[in-house]
T-cell receptor, first 112, second 111 residues
Framework: SQTIHQWPATLVQPVGSPLSLECTVEGTSNPNLYWYRQAAGRGLQLLFYSVGIGQISSEVPQNLSASRPQDRQFILSSKKLLLSDSGFYLC???????????FGQGTRLTVV | AQSVTQLGSHVSVSEGALVLLRCNYSSSVPPYLFWYVQYPNQGLQLLLKYTTGATLVKGINGFEAEFKKSETSFHLTKPSAHMSDAAEYFCAVNAKGKSTFGDGTTLTVKP
């Protein structure tokens, strides 16, 4: 069966520090991969999606970047965190353009 | 472009009462519609989905939703609420390969 792993679960980082969140999927090949951010009381904002290795689409301009070095690995990064980067980050995957998404457990990022 | 509107950011019901969470969507192409549930500090789990065919779809935990094209709605219902149903619920629409989520509805179940 397919599983998705996302880590760490919580992270407290100082302003100006770098960020690296990792997401891996097991049990499937060539998944579509997504990074979402969820602010309190708000819906999910799509940050990045990828349909293949090295193929990244950014949905909103921001202080973050994403990379897909391997088929089932998706990384969210920042060189210098801002206070406004705090939030709940979710990685997700699906197998087709209109299929349901499967989510990781999320990372609670607090920038202090 | 596509969008999702969830009417009511907070819904409170008594245990055993009917649950109704409202979702309206807009899409320029026939949509695929989903409801997800999120428990605190966790990811989202799929409750049910509509792709094609029968407009009344049944999901896990006794939930169901009806796709009404004329009303552009996909409301989520459950006949009798349980305490364990307390969570946040998200409606989502997929069209042309992208998912758009509503802002979510927090369901509170009172004993």
């Amino acid at each position: 069966s397919q599983t998705i792993h996302q880590w760490p679960a919580t992270l407290v980082q100082p302003v100006g520090s770098p960020l690296s969140l990792e997401c891996t999927v097991e049990g499937t090949s060539n998944p579509n991969l997504y990074w979402y951010r969820q602010a309190a009381g708000r819906g999910l904002q799509l940050l990045f999606y990828s349909v293949g290795i090295g193929q990244i689409s950014s949905e909103v301009p921001q202080n973050l970047s994403a990379s897909r070095p391997q088929d089932r690995q998706f990384i969210l990064s920042s060189k210098k965190l801002l206070l406004s980067d705090s939030g709940f980050y979710l990685c997700a995957w699906n197998s087709g353009t209109n299929t349901e998404a499967f989510f990781g457990q999320g990372t609670r990022l607090t920038v202090v | 472009a596509q969008s999702v509107t969830q009417l009511g950011s907070h819904v409170s019901v008594s245990e055993g009462a009917l649950v109704l969470l409202r979702c309206n969507y807009s899409s320029s192409v026939p949509p695929y519609l989903f409801w997800y549930v999120q428990y605190p500090n966790q990811g989202l789990q799929l409750l049910l989905k509509y792709t094609t065919g029968a407009t009344l779809v049944k999901g896990i935990n006794g939930f169901e939703a009806e796709f009404k094209k004329s009303e552009t709605s996909f409301h989520l219902t459950k006949p009798s609420a349980h305490m364990s149903d307390a969570a946040e619920y998200f409606c989502a629409v997929n069209a042309k390969g992208k998912s758009t989520f509503g802002d979510g509805t927090t369901l509170t179940v009172k004993p």
